[in-house]
């Protein structure tokens, strides 16, 4: 009897033990961007950077509104970590130790949950105060667009109809659609938090993860382009990846580490 009990001891232990393994091994996976998303959704220095940037895009909208345009002017936006907040998404990769698939995003789209970023609200509103079009150019799919402009509408957003969304249909690359705005808009000013909102020429990332780049167009930021703070996931994640999808972690890991720059 004692043996038994002795042995049912262990076999508990044992089965504690292998399930906090797991459970540290299943979260660890996504522990990379853990700090990332805690200063993403709690730093002021967030807030601050969003509602600077909202400031600086209200002048350049106020300025460029006052000249002449044989056709009606827009701003051009991206959605997701530039009007609305995705955090949580991240947050849940981070507690399940899942990376993104689109069946979990769509899971996430489908709560109509996302909230609005420090003064994205208020600038859609601004913009329709004074006559100018704000155009969702988002690569959420064609798919989620209702489920988007509820989520959006229930949070306060200007411009929340049909023929104000652009989303992604065969293509990920935004151009199409950016030309397909210009037919019937003068854009003004384009945000994003991804260089790829506001032009083909940045989705060049080869040489020297595209920062060249950048610097050709420097003068063009807070003047034409707006970029917003996302250190969670983006384009730039690709060169760390030698731009491959790469599923093991271990691997993944190391290539974080060889990108790190330290003296």
């Known amino acids: 009897m004692k043996r038994i009990i002795i042995a049912l001891i262990t076999s508990t ?25 805690i200063w993403y959704q709690s730093s002021p220095e967030m807030k ?51 990376p993104f698939t689109p069946e979990m995003w769509g899971e996430w789209v489908a709560l109509e949950q996302a909230e609005a970023l420090p003064g994205a609200v208020e600038f859609s509103q601004f913009c329709q105060s004074v006559g100018v079009d704000v155009i969702y150019l988002s690569n959420r799919t064609v798919d989620e667009q209702d489920a988007t402009m509820r989520n959006m509408e229930k949070i306060g957003f200007a ?5 104000n969304f652009f989303l992604k249909d065969t293509t990920s690359g935004k151009e199409p659609r950016r030309q397909l705005v210009s037919q019937k808009f003068d854009i003004i000013l384009l945000l994003g938090d991804n260089l790829n909102d506001f032009a083909e020429v940045f989705e ?4 020297s993860w595209g920062q ?29 990846y030698n731009h491959e999808r790469i599923s093991d972690e271990d691997t993944r890991f190391k290539l974080r580490r060889k990108a790190v720059k330290a003296f």
């Not at 969003?50 to 936006?77: L, M, T």
């Open 159 to 163: 411009f929340v109809k049909p023929e």
């Open 13 to 37: 232990i044992i089965l504690g033990c292998t399930s906090q393994v797991k459970d540290s091994e299943h979260n660890i996976n996504q522990e990379n961007i853990t700090l990332a998303t």
């Open 48 to 98: 601050a950077l969003y509602y600077q940037g909202f400031n600086i895009a209200k002048e350049r909208v106020v300025e460029y509104s006052k000249q002449k345009s044989s056709k009606p002017k827009a701003v051009v936006v991206d959605l997701d970590e530039t009007m609305i907040d995705n955090s949580p998404f991240q947050g849940k990769m981070i507690e399940t130790g899942k």
């Open 212 to 240: 060249p780049i950048v610097d050709e167009y420097r003068e063009e930021f807070g003047r034409r382009f707006i970029a917003f703070p996302n250190p969670m996931y983006g384009e730039w994640e690709k060169n760390i």
């Open 204 to 207: 060049d990332r080869t040489d």
